[in-house]
Structure formats: C-alpha cells, structure tokens
RNA sequence: GCACUCAUAGCUCAGCUGGAUAGAGCAUCGCCCUUCUAAGGCGAGGGUCUUAGGUUCGAAUCCUAAUGGGUGUACCA
C-alpha cells in the first residue's frame, strides 16, 4: 500500500484538470488538525498566475474527487491544501494488509541485480567494534532490496593480502604448536608477531621474504597463508551468527581473489590511454584535482584501488551487477569518487549505478575517533557478550524462566540492542560510542519494539477465537492514526530504499510501537465489557500492528520473542 | 594550504529534501499497577536551531562568509 502514491494521483489529476502543470509532492502533515497530508505547492503558483495562492487553491480542492480515497480537503493559511483520508478506506485497507504474506508491500517491478559490498574485515586482526556500522547497515539494506524483490549478491571484500601476512605466517610458523590453538586470540597474536618482528631482525627479513613468497605462489607459504586465512575467517562467521548477520563464506571474495587479473586491469587502463607515469608510478589524473589514483607503484606493486577496479570489472562484467552500493567508513569518500570516475570514464559501468554508502565514524566519548589504541580496542565479540549478558541480568531480576529460555531472550534482547542503537543513527554522522547507550534497554531501544510485540502476542494468545475472522473497523481518532502509520510502511520502505538510510525504517518502527503503547493502554481488548465488534477490530489492529513490528525488526535483522 | 563533512534541549539524536507553534530518548520532577506483561502510560520543566549576512510569501533546511569539531589530501588498506 503506497499511500503518497495513491494520493499524489489524485491530486495530479486535479491539477490537470486547472491546467496546472506541476511536480506534486505530498507531505505528510505535522498536526492532526492539518489533516493526514498537505499538499504545499500551490504558493509557488502564485507569482507565475499573478494570483492569490488561496485563490488557486480554491480552484484545485473543487478539482480534488472526494469520495473512496480522500474524505475531505480544505484550503488553509496562505495556501495550503490539507487532505483528510477516508476512515473507511483506510480499514479496508489494512485489512487487505492483514490478510497478505507481505502485508501488501508490492515487489518492484524493475528487479535490479544489486550487489552489495559490506563488512569487509581484515583478516590479520580480530573484528572490533568499528566493524559493526558496515557489517549490520549493509546487511539491513541486503534484506531490504531482496523484500522490495530485487536480487542481491551480498559481497565481503575481505582482507587477506598484503605485507603484513608476510609477518604472520613466519610467526605463525615459527611458534609451530598447534596452530588454531594459538589463534584463538587474533589480537594477541598479531601482537606477538609485531613485537617480533620490530626485535628479531632475522625474523623481519624471514617476514618480507614470504609476502614475496606468497606474491609468487610458493607453496610452503600459500599453505600456511591459507590456513591463517581459515582461521581468521572463522572468529569472523563466528561474530556474524552472534549478530544473526547472514554473511556466509559463499559471499567472501577477498582482495586476493583479484590477484590474477591485476594485470589485465592494468593493461585495459592503459589501452584506454588513461595512465599517466609519474615518479616512476603508474597513475590516473584527473581534471578537477592535483592528486592522482596511483594504480601501481613504483616498485610494480599494486594498490588496493588496483583491486577495487578489477573488482568493479568482475562485479559488471562477470556477476551483472546493475547496481553497486559500497558500505564503507566516509573516510574513503575521496577513494571512491577517484574510483567511480575512472569506471565511467572506461565505461566499466554504463547503466551500472555506483554508490558509496558511506557511515561516518565511531568517537569516543570525549569526542575523538574512536582509536584502535593499543590494548585499548573493543572487540566486537565482548561487546555483543556483554550485551547479552547484561540483558540475562535484567531477566533475571523479572522472571523465572528456565535456563534455555533465558539464554535465547537474552541473547534477541541484547544483539537486537547493539544493532538497534547503531541502525537508529543518521549513517552519514559521526555517532560517539558510549557503552551505556549501546546497551541501554530503555526508551527509545529495540527492547521497546520488541515488549511492543510481546504485548500483542500475549493478548493474541489469550484470545479464544478465531483471529482470522477479525476484521478492522477504525473506531475512534487513535485507532485511526494507528492505522494510518500502518499502511505508511511501503512508503518508509520506499524512502529507506532510496536513501539507503536503515535509520528512517527505525524511527518508523518506534513511532508506531509508540502509538500502539498508547493504544494498548486507552483502548482494552480483552475486558468484559468490551464489545465483540470493537474487540475484533482492535484484535486485527494489534495484529497488523505486530505483523509490522516484526517485519521492520527482519529487516533490521532484529529477532523478536513472544514473552520477555 | 586546498577539499569534503558536521554544528539543533544539560547529554545522545530526529526533523520525510523550503511549509503552519522545531520533536524524541536519556537525565530531573510529579501522577498511574485488585484491569490484556509497569522493560509500560500520562504530565511538567528545559531552545536566539554556532554566529553574521543573503535568497522569498515562508529558512533548522538553499547561498556566502566567519568560528569550532571531524575527515581526506602520491605509492597503507
């Protein structure tokens, strides 16, 4: 159900009808007495028609069909046109949405290929929590496209080449116990083999002997290279199934999955004529800037823009991407535009969209970036632990569940706090990073959605007949505005699509738990003297009302539960 | 130096792309459980939307400048 759609029709069709050719935005109003939306774009009108814009407006609202849709319009303060929906309508409407799978949210009808690059760890070092933003806004937008109907090829650009694995795998060899043992803490180790390396010259050479080891595919090094890399790739699938991001390794292409066609992406560059020598490296220019992309070093080595752009290759030419949306930090905004640029430049990507998605950076409570400081660094991991077990505490002061019980509320509870606070965050700003917020069950949280849906479904089970054959009938101004912010999810999918913003589907989902709380406490269901006709109404209301809690929350990759 | 980006309540943030009296959460202070889960609801206080100009019927939102954060800026990823 797209409601702006369905009204932005009509008042089309009004305007034509005053031979008034104009792009119709319809804004949802800010106050009840202003009606359901407003329609503002008739004062500009005014200088071109040398008319009053009330006048005009007039004109429009006698234009506007009255009837099934719209049950009243009124022209208001210098011109405003404000749109009152037919209660009717929207009953009949939300129980078509009830009865629907997909709660009448429609498939698009252009089904782009989407792929989306996300998370993207590094493999010589443990996932801290800078890796949440990419990893959880990437994956709400991957289930978003592929709900909206779109196929999405979820990408993790992993890591794993580089000078650094030269040092690792010398370490990794050296200590030579059992080696899945010793990883078990990728920090340490990394540690470890640093503090090596900056003392043991031997081991330093040994160290840049095998990063040229493994560039030329020496066997003894590939093989530990490739169990490091197994190793590494299991603490992160290991993150993802905590936070129930649905990353699988059939996803992974890593940086050295590019490896053999480095060159060819050279070669392509240059019959374009679009690389420049400069100080002995191979660059690209462009016009509006001093600074080039260097896409090989002087000493023949190649950059991780190298990869980026055999990526972009690969990505249109071989898996048909119709779409690209990188989620990674804004700090590589300059990266990016260098990057598209060069791929229209070549016609990589004709008809090909590229998008970085950028999210701004975590700070810490004083207000500086949130530093991989020494020692100092949040592993993504203790983070979700901690929320988890916070979450079991506070259970444990409210309930006696058993064992198992807790353990699976625990854990929607506290992931779906993590994710949430950082979901709910504007990506494009900075956010500071303050574990009391992160993991503060009150207010504005996920554990208000998902008491909301608790809520529903306590009543829903205590109810003795039959849901299926309750039908919405709106019976007073609440229900009604319920009901509204119901059949309002298309356009706030639609809107967190466009923008790639999963923190507008957010704001949606807590006010409508809002206004079901505020439902749920003025208008009983259960109670004696309720009405059937009332109480089957408000059965279907809350039903709707959990259906899309728990719909949104999916999409958020947010679980909920039936008790708390 | 240049470029990008941000500045809204004590704190953390929204503000649907220029609309009517700027909204939430936290914190503070009241009220509401013999009534469907009080992890809830209702109410109060709290604002020169950083500053100064400009654009127009109308600006937190657009343009310019200043100030202050953050970031980027040639061989790291």
């Known amino acids: 159900m797209n409601l702006k759609s369905n009204i932005s029709i009509i008042i089309k069709t009004a305007l034509d009808k005053c031979d008034i050719s104009a792009d119709v935005v319809i804004n949802e109003s800010t106050k009840a007495e202003f009606g359901d939306y407003q329609y503002n774009g008739i004062m500009p009108l005014a200088k071109v028609f040398k008319q009053n814009p009330r006048e005009i407006a007039k004109r429009v609202v006698s234009q506007i069909e009255i009837g099934t849709i719209i049950s009243k319009v009124e ?97 990794l060899e050296d200590i030579s116990q059992d080696s899945a043992d010793n990883l078990k803490n990728l920090e340490q180790f990394y540690k470890d083999a640093k503090k090596r390396f900056d003392e043991d010259e031997d081991f330093a050479d040994k160290a840049r002997e095998y990063v040229v080891k493994i560039q030329s595919g020496d066997e003894h090094c590939l093989k530990l290279w490739k169990q490091f890399i197994d190793i590494s790739l299991h603490h992160c699938e290991d993150v993802y199934k905590k936070l129930g991001v649905s990353l699988t390794r059939d996803d992974v292409k890593a940086e050295s999955f590019y490896n053999s066609e480095l060159d060819n992406t050279i070669k392509f560059l240059e019959d374009k004529s679009l690389i420049d020598i400069s100080d002995g490296a191979k660059c690209i220019f462009f016009e509006d800037s001093d600074t080039p992309m260097i896409i090989q070093k002087k000493d023949g080595g190649y950059l991780y823009a190298t990869t980026d752009l055999a990526a972009i290759r690969y990505r249109v030419e071989t898996l048909k991407a119709d779409k690209i949306l990188y989620v990674v930090d804004a700090r590589q905004s300059f990266h990016f535009k260098q990057l598209f640029e060069i791929a229209s430049k070549v016609n990589f990507s004709d008809n090909v969209v590229l ?59 506290g992931i779906g706090a993590v994710k949430y606070a950082d979901l709910s965050i504007n990506r494009e700003s900075n956010y500071i990073f303050d574990w009391d917020k992160m993991l503060s069950f009150d207010g504005n949280t996920a554990l208000y959605l998902q008491y909301g849906y608790v809520r529903i479904s306590s009543i829903l089970k205590k109810y003795d007949g039959d849901i299926n054959s309750c039908n919405i009938s709106i019976s007073d101004d609440l229900e009604q505005k319920l009901v509204l912010t119901l059949l309002k ?22 006010d409508l738990t809002t206004l079901f709380m505020r439902f749920y406490e003025q208008n009983p269901i259960l109670r004696d003297d309720i009405v059937e006709d009332i109480q089957k109404s408000r059965l279907a209301i809350a039903s709707l009302s959990a259906k899309t809690i728990k719909q949104g929350l999916e999409i958020l990759g947010i679980e909920v539960v039936d008790r708390l």
């Open 75 to 171: 022209v208001a303060g210098p011109g405003f046109i404000n749109i009152f929906l037919n209660r009717d309508w929207l009953s009949e409407n939300a129980n078509i949405a009830l009865k629907d799978d997909r709660l009448s949210i429609s498939k698009t009808d252009n089904p782009l290929k989407i792929l989306i690059d996300y998370s993207g760890p590094n493999m010589a070092k443990e996932m801290h929590v800078g890796h949440l933003r990419s990893t959880i806004i990437g994956d709400s937008l991957a289930n978003l496209s592929k709900f909206l109907g779109h196929n999405v090829i979820r990408q993790n650009h992993v890591g794993d080449w580089g000078t650094q694995f030269g040092m690792l795998i010398a370490y």
């Open 355 to 413: 998008e970085h998605i950028a999210f701004g950076t975590m700070m810490d409570k004083s207000g500086r970036p949130f530093k991989t400081r020494d020692g100092g660094t949040v592993k993504l991991v203790n983070l979700l632990d901690e929320s988890i077990s916070k979450a079991k505490d506070s259970i444990n002061k409210r309930e006696n569940y058993s064992d198992t019980d807790i353990e699976k509320i625990a854990e929607v509870v």
């Open 489 to 510: 999810f298309e356009d706030t999918l639609d809107r967190v699509y466009i923008q790639s913003k999963p923190h507008i589907l957010t704001l949606y989902l807590y």
